[in-house]
């Protein structure tokens, strides 16, 4: 039993962590290595993102993010996304510019998009 609760534990402590930021004007670089899942909910975020994260949410306004990511999804409104990779690009907020390469997966044709919001431009870039 206590193996069992041991294994348990040591598996949590090495489960990748969430960055969830809820301040307004900030400036990082995220490692996906070891934060999965980005949140931003504050506004005028900058962030730069290495590798590929499995989530990204821009939740707030006028924040920046650069970088690669499974899916991104973009229900704030003014915000800007230069994405590498990304398989599902999801952007129902307003007045937001998205340009990707392709997606994030080998084995995905092309990135899945669904841009239901207004006034917003989204370039894939060759």
């Given amino acids: 039993m206590r193996t069992t609760l041991f294994a348990l534990l040591a598996m949590t402590s090495l489960a990748a962590a969430d960055v969830t930021i809820m301040d307004n004007d900030k400036t990082l ?6 934060d999965k899942e980005v949140n931003l909910l ?12 499995t989530k990204v949410s821009l939740t707030g306004n006028h924040n920046t993010v650069t970088g690669s990511s ?11 996304a230069t994405l590498d990779k990304v ?5 129902p907020g307003n007045q937001n510019t998205v340009t990707y390469k392709g ?13 239901v919001g ?9």
């Fill in 29 to 34: 670089e995220v490692d996906c290595a070891k």
């Fill in 42 to 53: 504050g506004n005028k975020i900058t962030v730069t993102l290495k590798g590929v994260c």
């Fill in 70 to 80: 499974l899916t991104v999804s973009i229900p704030g409104n003014h915000n800007t």
């Fill in 87 to 91: 398989d599902t690009l999801a952007v």
């Fill in 103 to 115: 997606p994030a997966t080998a084995t995905l044709r092309k990135t899945k998009l669904a841009v």
């Fill in 118 to 126: 207004n006034k917003n431009s989204v370039t894939q870039q060759k």
